[in-house]
Every structure is written in C-alpha cells, then in structure tokens.
C-alpha cells in the first residue's frame, strides 16, 4: 500500500476534528430536561430531548413537552405567528409522552395543536392549526391569514413519512397515517387512511 501524503493526514486530521466536533455540538446542543433551554418551555417533561440545530424553533413558553418524547433535529416548532407575539394561547402546543417527532417534521401553532401519548410521526411531516386565507382576490394569498382551527392526534397513532396535517383536524387513537397523505377534518380511531384527500382505507378491529 501506498505511503499517506502529507495533504492526505492533513486531511484525514481535519476531517477526523470536524465530524468530532459536530458531535459534540449536537450532544451538548440538544434542549434536555435542566437546561436553560428547557427551562424556557410550558413545561418540559423528564427524559425528553430536542434535538439539535432545529430549523426554527420559537414561541416555547406555549409550549408542553411530555416526557420521554425525542424530537429530532432539523424540526420547526413554533407558537404564533413571531418570537414577539404576546397574544398565543398559553398551552398552544402540547406534545404527550413517549412521542416521537421525525427529522425536519414541522408543528406551527396558532391556538390549539394537541399531540397525545405514545405518537410516531415520521420524516418531513407538517402539522398546523391555521392556513393562508384566498377570500380578497386584490390582496396576495401569502398576505392573507385564515382562521385558526384546533387540531388533535391521538393517542398512539403514527403518522407516515411527508404527511400534511391540516387545520381543523381531529385523528382518533391508535390512527396510521400513510406517507405523503394530506388529512382534514374527523378521523376515526383504530383505521388507515391515505390519499389527497385522506380517507380511511381499513378499520383496524
């Protein structure tokens, strides 16, 4: 085997400081029980974690982390429209115990997002309680907020990979969610569901 060039340790050396160092901004990064981070929350459970870098993450005195719940990295999970709101609801967002929230999934809530116990969502998955309104055709849809509406997932329910979950809506326990669904309204517990629109699919008995 060919001698390692000087460029080459060089190299490896750097590359070998860098993967080191970003582990430890992530283990020391993370939001865990105790830190001031997690003092910043509603509350924040014991055992839970929130991974870091998060994409956005603002608005936490509104939110209620339970505990043994993991959120990964890359997630936004916001209250409000604006770190400066003062007028969100004070339990806008409350996430149960021993959840699991995927890799850059997004929950934005207005009023009212409630996630139960013992939820699975996967990747790249959008949960909010308000939309963009389109009712004043002279005014740019972005410009325009629609009204808020209360969304709920129940208890040990798992939700797919690239899911929507849209404002207003209401999902039963023990619900599957299938990858790529875009959901809205009532959901009943113990079923499937799949498709843009969502519909159930199966019962499960």
């Excluded at 400081?17 to 865990?32: D, E, K, P």
Aim: proline residues 5%; contains cysteine.
């Amino acid at each position: 085997m060919a001698p390692t060039s000087a460029r080459q340790q060089r190299y490896r050396a750097m590359n070998r400081l860098i993967h080191r160092s970003w582990a430890w901004m992530q283990r020391n990064g993370a939001v865990g029980p105790g830190s001031r981070a997690a003092e910043r929350f509603g509350s924040f459970g014991e055992g839970s974690i929130v991974g870091f870098p998060w994409s956005t993450l603002y608005g936490e005195a509104q939110m209620h982390i339970g505990q043994g719940t993991l959120i990964s990295t890359w997630c936004t999970l916001a209250t409000g429209y604006g770190p400066d709101q003062t007028t969100v609801a004070p339990r806008a967002l409350v996430i149960g115990d021993r959840c699991v929230i995927g890799l850059r999934c997004g929950i934005v809530a207005h009023e009212s997002i409630t996630i139960g116990d013992d939820v699975w969502f996967g990747q790249e998955i959008y949960v909010t309680d308000a939309n963009h309104g389109f009712s004043d055709l002279s005014v740019p849809f972005g410009r325009q907020l629609g009204p808020h509406d209360p969304v709920t997932i129940g208890d040990g329910t798992w939700i797919g990979h690239g899911a929507v979950i849209l404002p207003g809506t209401n999902i039963g326990k023990q619900v599957v969610v299938a990858a790529g669904a875009v959901v809205r309204g009532d959901v009943p517990d113990r079923c499937i569901v799949a498709g843009v629109p969502a519909k159930v699919i199966r019962t499960l008995d």
